[in-house]
């Protein structure tokens, strides 16, 4: 029984380390398949040149969720209602002006107060 216990440790050690490997694949697939990331935010600067889609709906609620994508913009401001709003707001770039400027392009529709209508285009 006792030969048995550094056996048990060991296994108890390998399974810690295939379960810290398995969430780490699941972490870096979930990161490239998501949408919120570096590059999509390059690509969302790039094309801010373009016009917002005509099928846009509706009003910024200042959720701030967009102001933390992939990570919080240092500008971004949070009173203690909740209510955010951006320090340089009246020189912040196209990006932040026009998003979300496509439906491809909102990423945070759980919380956004734009939408987009199907039927304009
Ligand atoms: S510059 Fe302003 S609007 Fe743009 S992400 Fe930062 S806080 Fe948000
Ligand atoms: S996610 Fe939408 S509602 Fe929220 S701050 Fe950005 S544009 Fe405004």
Known sequence: MIE???GIILLHKF???GNRLFMSIVGIGAKLFSKNTWPTKFK???TSILP???GRKGACKRCG???KL???CPFLRIDKNGQCTCKIYWFRPPSCRKYPRTKSELLTPETCGYSFDR???
Do not use: L, Y
């Open 4 to 6: 048995t216990v550094p």
């Open 119 to 121: 039927t304009k285009h």
């Open 44 to 46: 969302r600067i790039a």
């Open 52 to 54: 917002v889609d005509k």
């Open 65 to 67: 969720a967009c102001c």
């Open 15 to 17: 399974k810690k380390i």
């Open 70 to 72: 992939p990570n919080p």
